[in-house]
């Protein structure tokens, strides 16, 4: 039995800590393979933005200080 190219999975979304305390402000994070996928909330069927590993750690410790 030979298995065929398998469908990808969906990426498994977060809202950001940093996020506003209100609905309004929502950005969502998903890891993946090559690094973190960053979108809006409100928008999530819109445009994302691909960031590697290395980026995504760096943001996230300048964002901390």
Same mark, same amino acid.
């Given at each position: 039995?030979?298995?065929?190219?398998?469908?990808?999975?969906?990426?498994?979304?977060?809202?950001? +800590?940093?996020?506003g305390g209100n %609905?309004?402000?929502?950005?969502?994070?998903?890891? =993946? &393979?090559t690094g973190v996928?960053?979108?809006?909330?409100?928008v999530p069927d819109? +445009?994302?933005?691909?960031?590697? %590993?290395?980026?995504?750690?760096?943001?996230?410790? =300048? &964002?901390?200080?």
């Amino acid at each position: 039995m030979s298995l065929g190219p398998q469908p990808a999975s969906e990426p498994v979304w977060f809202k950001s +800590s940093y996020s506003g305390g209100n %609905a309004t402000e929502c950005v969502e994070a998903a890891f =993946v &393979s090559t690094g973190v996928l960053v979108r809006d909330s409100k928008v999530p069927d819109g +445009s994302r933005v691909a960031v590697s %590993a290395e980026a995504w750690c760096r943001f996230v410790a =300048v &964002s901390g200080q």
